[in-house]
């Protein structure tokens, strides 16, 4: 029976160096996700830390990209035990988590992604991700879930070698906002403190064989940071490419371009 379940594709597809590429959704609507997907994009990334809705979103989300055959990812809006539970047991392929400020933090996420013995995850059936029951596999070994960790403060920057290197995180991502406000210079990314960075991060991957991810604000962005190395690049959100489109219409239109 088909599934819109990923069952570690794209966890596989990561570890191989793939270059992929995707979007936020932040306006929680599952019709963005159909969009992104007909759009071509090879992945979607509900955000529950920003974006507009909530757990309650999830479920569409999986469901929606799945009957396209793109990968659901969630941002999650803290690190606790039970928001990743929440997100993997209603089917998510991967989840991504914010605001890491040491190796300690990680080696806990990485627990929250399996169940016992191999981690601290709550042992449910009755759930998507479970397949209502009738898929038990994934109580047998590690997760396949895909783990992102983001690398947007200062103390993440400081361990990032460190956080690469624990097993079971698959990608780090960075914030660019965040990233940069941390550093003194708030959204200057031309910065040299600013590249420095990121080309450490890059390094970090490329050592312990995990793939840097960051999210771009344009297509223009996302050909500069594939050429830094980044793999995994998130282009903008499904707000501000709809806002960005409506801009780029009007002004057109007005005869101001």
Same mark, same amino acid.
């Given at each position: 029976?088909?599934?819109?379940?990923?069952?570690?594709?794209?966890?596989?597809?990561?570890?191989?160096?793939?270059?992929?590429?995707?979007?936020?959704?932040?306006?929680?609507?599952?019709?963005?996700?159909?969009?992104?997907?007909?759009?071509?994009?090879?992945?979607?990334?509900?955000?529950?830390?920003?974006?507009?809705?909530?757990?309650?979103?999830?479920?569409?989300?999986?469901?929606?990209?799945?009957?396209?055959?793109?990968?659901?990812?969630?941002?999650?809006?803290?690190?606790?035990?039970?928001?990743?539970?929440?997100?993997?047991?209603?089917?998510?392929?991967?989840?991504?988590?914010?605001?890491?400020?040491?190796?300690?933090?990680?080696?806990?996420?990485?627990?929250?992604?399996?169940?016992?013995?191999?981690?601290?995850?709550?042992?449910?059936? @009755?759930?998507?991700?479970?397949?209502?029951?009738?898929?038990?596999?994934?109580?047998?070994?590690?997760?396949?879930?895909?783990?992102?960790?983001?690398?947007?403060?200062?103390?993440?920057?400081?361990?990032?070698?460190?956080?690469?290197?624990?097993?079971?995180?698959?990608?780090?991502?960075?914030?660019?906002?965040?990233?940069?406000?941390?550093?003194?210079?708030?959204?200057?990314?031309?910065?040299?403190? @600013?590249?420095?960075?990121?080309?450490?991060?890059?390094?970090?991957?490329?050592?312990?064989?995990?793939?840097?991810?960051?999210?771009?604000?344009?297509?223009?962005?996302?050909?500069? @940071?594939?050429?830094?190395? #980044?793999? #995994?690049?998130?282009?903008?959100?499904?707000?501000?490419?709809?806002?960005?489109?409506?801009?780029?219409?009007?002004?057109?239109?007005?005869?101001?371009?």
């Amino acid at each position: 029976m088909k599934s819109p379940l990923d069952r570690g594709a794209f966890k596989t597809r990561i570890r191989t160096g793939e270059i992929t590429y995707g979007t936020f959704v932040g306006l929680a609507s599952s019709v963005a996700v159909e969009i992104a997907a007909v759009g071509g994009m090879d992945w979607v990334l509900l955000d529950l830390e920003h974006g507009a809705g909530g757990e309650d979103q999830v479920g569409p989300t999986v469901l929606a990209a799945g009957a396209y055959g793109i990968t659901p990812l969630v941002r999650v809006e803290s690190a606790e035990r039970i928001r990743i539970g929440r997100v993997l047991d209603a089917g998510v392929a991967g989840v991504m988590i914010p605001r890491i400020e040491n190796v300690e933090q990680v080696h806990e996420v990485v627990k929250h992604f399996s169940t016992p013995p191999y981690g601290d995850r709550g042992v449910a059936t @009755y759930n998507r991700g479970a397949r209502w029951g009738r898929d038990l596999e994934f109580l047998n070994a590690p997760s396949k879930a895909t783990c992102i960790v983001q690398i947007e403060t200062l103390g993440a920057l400081e361990k990032v070698e460190e956080i690469a290197s624990v097993e079971g995180v698959d990608i780090l991502f960075v914030g660019p906002a965040d990233l940069s406000f941390a550093l003194g210079i708030p959204r200057d990314f031309k910065n040299p403190k @600013y590249l420095e960075a990121l080309t450490k991060v890059v390094l970090a991957c490329k050592n312990q064989g995990k793939q840097p991810g960051i999210l771009a604000f344009d297509s223009a962005g996302a050909v500069e @940071y594939r050429k830094l190395g #980044f793999t #995994f690049i998130a282009i903008g959100s499904d707000s501000t490419l709809l806002a960005n489109a409506f801009t780029k219409v009007l002004e057109e239109a007005k005869g101001e371009i």
